[in-house]
């Protein structure tokens, strides 16, 4: 096949394009966001190909005389060409899908967990007040006293007045 694009690794389009990694990652998720398409490889980091690192070359040139970088990657051309992208490590479709149908299965299946341990919390007796019960027609003493007393009978046995106190 003598018109398959060479592809790049986030590396090596940083060293032979001339950009900061971060400035790459940049441009790509903007791509990305106005509809743009970059294959990923096995571990889902992207590989770039030769074109697209073209057009975002152009488009740094643009950003340099004052446009923003969506309208950059939006007025450069990136109609597809006849070249074809080399996927030997790039991902297919059905591989991403399953990879990332994986990943929100297992997100799920953890939140179910917290949702059915959250529910049972629900479903549990109540725990006996551990606070002095607030009744208008008592002083402190006698609220307490009254609060000890229920406390003694939650417990299952008579305490002696000692121990109340």
């Known amino acids: 096949m003598d018109n398959v694009e060479r592809t790049y690794t986030p590396t090596e ?14 441009y790509a998720g903007i ?17 770039y190909s ?7 070359s ?4 643009r950003v340099k005389g004052g446009e923003t970088v969506e309208d950059a990657l939006k007025t450069i051309d990136l109609a597809p060409t ?10 297919n479709a059905n591989e991403a899908l399953r990879l990332l149908g994986g990943r929100f299965d297992a997100a799920i299946e953890r939140l179910e967990a917290k949702v059915d341990a959250l529910q049972r919390q629900l479903e549990a007796p109540p ?14 003493l006698v609220r307490a006293a009254l609060w000890l007393e229920r406390q003694a009978n939650l417990g299952g046995g008579k305490r002696t007045p000692r121990e109340s106190i």
């Open 13 to 26: 389009a940083a060293e032979a394009f001339g950009f900061a990694l971060s400035l790459l990652r940049r």
């Open 31 to 47: 791509y990305e966001s106005i509809g743009g398409s970059i294959p990923h490889d096995r571990r889902g980091g992207r590989i």
């Open 50 to 56: 030769h074109t697209i690192l073209e057009h975002f």
């Open 58 to 61: 152009r488009a740094r040139e």
């Open 82 to 91: 006849n070249a074809v992208v080399d996927t030997q490590n790039s991902l």
């Open 127 to 140: 725990q006996a007040p551990t606070e002095v019960p607030q009744d208008p027609q008592h002083g402190p």
